[in-house]
């Protein structure tokens, strides 16, 4: 197969493109052609050897992947009985950059109806990171205010439909016109950060009573993305 590979870590000309030995799915896991995958920040930081990720090289990048079932592993054959040789599916797995990657059985969904191989494969890593942080861990509530650090990223992006979904009023921050006008179209009152601001201008949007849950994934330089409760913006 053909893979965008790392072997030194370094700038953008560190990656490679060529051929690969073909990856073996273990018997939890499923081998995917891949229609489309995609880059996210993890995926940088490994190849700059930045912000504590040091990766074993040589490595294919990704983890996003949207593609045809292959092969299903022994295991998982009983396990996910859903899932099937042929099946165009989603899945959160390792060297998505190639023609052909594995993935957890557990980790690997069919393709929604409404989505195409390169929208879906926007999903895994942000997708995934926003709800479990918003549904899973802040249990946001129909009504409540939701701040969204970085409302033009992946996982902020994603953070504001989940939380709108959930009945909620969204404001975030962003940093460039284009991000500005994508959030007001996902439903959010955006903030200018170099322009604004931030406690201020949410004080005032919420007449002096802040925000019930704030999804901050950019505050911590390592880690998963994370939600605080009941914060009130610019106190302490």
Do not use: W
Request: proline residues 7%; glycine residues 12%; charged residues 20%.
């Amino acid at each position: 197969m053909r893979a965008a590979f790392i072997e030194t870590r370094g700038g953008p000309e560190a990656l490679k493109v060529g051929p690969r030995p073909d990856p073996k799915p273990g018997p939890n896991d499923v081998l995917i052609r891949v229609r489309a995958s995609s880059l996210d920040r993890l995926d940088i930081y490994s190849r700059e050897g930045s912000h504590g990720v040091m990766r074993q090289l040589p490595y294919i990048g990704g983890r996003d992947i949207a593609g045809d079932i292959l092969e299903i592993g022994s295991e998982a054959r009983s396990a996910y009985p859903d899932l099937a040789v042929g099946q165009p599916v989603v899945a959160l797995g390792a060297g998505a950059h190639a023609e052909v990657a594995t993935a957890p059985a557990m980790l690997t969904f069919a393709l929604p109806p409404t989505c195409d191989y390169t929208a879906a494969a926007a999903i895994p890593t942000a997708g995934r990171s926003a709800y479990d942080a918003l549904v899973n861990r802040a249990r946001i509530q129909a009504g409540e205010d939701v701040l969204v650090i970085a409302g033009g990223s992946g996982v902020g992006s994603f953070g504001i439909q989940i939380a709108r979904a959930a009945g909620c009023r969204v404001i975030t921050t962003v940093g460039a016109p284009g991000k500005f006008e994508l959030a007001s179209r996902l439903g959010a009152e955006p903030i200018n950060h170099y322009e604004e601001n931030v406690a201020e201008r949410v004080r005032a949007l919420t007449g002096g009573r802040g925000v019930d849950v704030v999804l901050d994934h950019v505050g911590r330089r390592c880690g998963r993305p994370h939600s605080s409760r009941s914060l009130t913006v610019g106190v302490s």
